[in-house]
C-alpha cells in the first residue's frame, strides 16, 4: 500500500515537473539565435531533470528488464548537469568554451561502463559469480563516487564563473544586478540542491527503502525548475551579455581566476595595465578623431534613445560613436571626467528628472523603466548619487511650487526629450 502510495506521489511529481521543463525550453528557445549559444546548455540542463523525471515514471509502469534499460540511459544524463551550466555560465559570462566535447568525455565513459553492466547481469539483478558481483557493484559505487566528485568540481567552477558574470552586469547598465543574482543564485543553489539531495538519499536508502528515498530527487528536481519559471516570469531580463572585448574577458578571467580590483580598475581606467591600454587607445585617436567622437556622443546624449535602452553596453555604444571600446572608455574618462557607468547613468537621471517634474501622475517605477532601469531601487540609488536627492523629493517640491536647495544655481528643468523613448523589458 505504501510503495503504491510512493508510487502515485512519484507519477505526479515527475508530470509537474515535465510540464515545467517542457514550458521553460520552449520559453529559452523562444528568446531567438543571438540568446541560443547559452540557451542550448540551459536546454539541455533541462532535458537532463525532464529525463530524470522520466525515469520515475517509468520505475512504476514496467518491467524489471525496462526499468534496468532506463537507469541505462537515464543515470549517465546525471553527469551531464554539472558540465552543461557550467558551459552556460561560459556563455555568459562571454568566455565560451573553445572544445566543449571534453566535458562529455566522463558521461560517454559512465554510458560504456554501464552497458557492459547491462550485457554482463542487467543492472538490477544478482551476478551468479562472486567474483563478477565484486566488480558489478565495483563499477556502481565507482559512479556514484565519480558523480560527486564531478559535481564538487563544478560547483567551484561556477562560483568563480559567476563572479566574472557580476562584474560583467555592473557594465550592462540596463540589467538591474539584483534581477541577475536572483536568476544565478537560483541556478547555482539548484544545482547544489539536486546533488546534496541525491547525496542524502543515497546515505537514506541503507535505513529504508529506496523508492521512499528517492523521493526527495525528484521533488529537488521540480523546486528547482518551479524556481527557475517564477524568475523568468516575474522579471523578464535577458541573461546574456551583449558583445564584450576580448581584452576586457582576458583580464576578467586569467587562468581561471577573477580579479574584481584588476577588472574594475580597467573599466575606470586606472592602474598598471589598464595604463598601457589608455595609452594605447589615445596614440590612435588624433585631434581630429578625438573631436569626432565627442561631437559623435553628444548628439546621441541628445537624441536620448541609446542611452536610455536597458540593454545599452560598452561595445554597443562605442560602435554607435565609431571607436573602439577602449577608445570611448579613455574619452570618457579623460575628456568627460566619468566613466561608461556614470555617462550613462547621469543621461538618464536627467531625464528622468524632467519627467518626475512634468507628469506627476506616472508612477517613480513606471519612469524608471522608461529611462533603462530594470529595477525602482536601483534607479533610486542612481538618482540620489547624482542629484543628491531623492526622486520623490524632487516630485513633492515640484508640486508644492518650492525650489530645492541642491538646485538653487540650476538653470530651470528642461523639458523630456520629445523622442522620449519607452523600451520594451525583456
Not at 568525455?105 to 547491462?118: I, S
Request: charge should be neutral; hydrophobic fraction near 50%; proline fraction near 4%.
Amino acid at each position: 500500500m505504501i510503495n503504491t502510495m510512493l508510487g502515485y506521489l512519484d507519477v505526479t511529481i515527475a508530470v509537474i515537473g515535465l510540464l515545467q521543463g517542457g514550458f521553460l525550453c520552449l520559453l529559452l528557445r523562444s528568446e531567438g539565435v543571438r540568446a541560443f549559444a547559452a540557451n542550448r546548455w540551459m536546454i539541455l540542463f533541462l532535458c537532463c531533470l525532464m529525463i530524470n523525471l522520466l525515469a520515475d515514471i517509468g520505475d512504476n509502469f514496467s518491467s524489471e528488464q525496462v526499468r534496468d534499460l532506463i537507469v541505462l540511459f537515464s543515470f549517465p544524463c546525471n553527469f551531464l548537469i554539472g558540465p552543461s551550466i557550467y558551459l552556460y555560465f561560459r556563455e555568459l559570462s562571454g568566455t565560451p568554451e573553445r572544445a566543449p566535447w571534453v566535458h562529455f568525455l566522463l558521461p560517454a565513459l559512465v554510458l560504456n561502463l554501464l552497458v557492459v553492466l547491462f550485457a554482463v547481469d542487467g543492472l538490477s539483478g544478482e551476478a551468479s559469480v562472486g567474483s563478477l558481483a565484486f566488480l558489478i557493484e565495483g563499477i556502481k559505487g565507482l559512479c556514484w563516487v565519480a558523480i560527486f566528485l564531478q559535481a564538487c568540481f563544478y560547483i567551484y567552477q561556477l562560483w568563480m564563473l559567476s563572479q566574472v558574470y557580476f562584474w560583467q552586469v555592473q557594465q550592462q547598465l540596463g540589467v538591474g544586478r539584483r534581477v541577475i543574482q536572483r536568476w544565478v543564485f537560483v541556478i547555482f543553489g539548484g544545482v547544489c540542491l539536486i546533488f546534496v539531495t541525491v547525496f542524502v538519499s543515497r546515505v537514506v536508502a541503507f535505513y529504508i527503502p529506496e523508492q521512499m528515498a528517492m523521493t526527495g530527487t525528484g521533488v529537488a528536481f521540480v523546486l528547482v525548475l518551479f524556481a527557475m519559471s517564477y524568475v523568468i516570469a516575474t522579471q523578464p531580463a535577458l541573461f546574456v551579455m551583449a558583445d564584450w572585448p576580448e581584452n576586457i574577458k582576458r583580464s576578467a578571467i586569467a587562468d581561471g581566476v577573477f580579479d574584481n580590483k584588476r577588472a574594475q580598475d580597467q573599466e575606470n581606467g586606472m592602474g598598471v595595465g589598464v595604463a598601457s591600454s589608455s595609452e594605447a587607445a589615445r596614440s590612435l585617436l588624433d585631434e581630429d578623431d578625438l573631436q569626432r567622437a565627442l561631437t559623435k556622443l553628444a548628439e546621441i546624449r541628445s537624441r536620448r534613445e541609446l542611452l536610455l535602452d536597458p540593454l545599452v553596453s560598452l561595445p554597443k555604444l562605442s560602435r554607435a560613436v565609431g571607436v573602439s571600446p577602449n577608445q570611448l572608455s579613455y574619452v570618457l574618462n579623460r575628456h568627460l571626467g566619468q566613466n561608461f557607468f556614470d555617462y550613462v547613468n547621469s543621461a538618464r537621471i536627467e531625464e528622468a528628472r524632467a519627467v518626475l517634474v512634468l507628469e506627476p501622475d506616472r508612477t517613480i517605477l513606471d519612469i524608471a523603466l522608461s529611462v533603462g532601469f530594470n529595477s525602482k531601487s536601483t534607479f533610486n540609488l542612481a538618482f540620489k548619487k547624482i542629484t543628491g536627492e531623492t526622486p520623490s523629493a524632487v516630485r513633492e517640491a515640484a508640486r508644492s511650487g518650492t525650489t530645492l536647495a541642491a538646485d538653487a544655481s540650476e538653470p530651470p528643468i528642461a523639458g523630456p526629450n520629445q523622442q522620449h523613448w519607452t523600451p520594451k523589458i525583456g
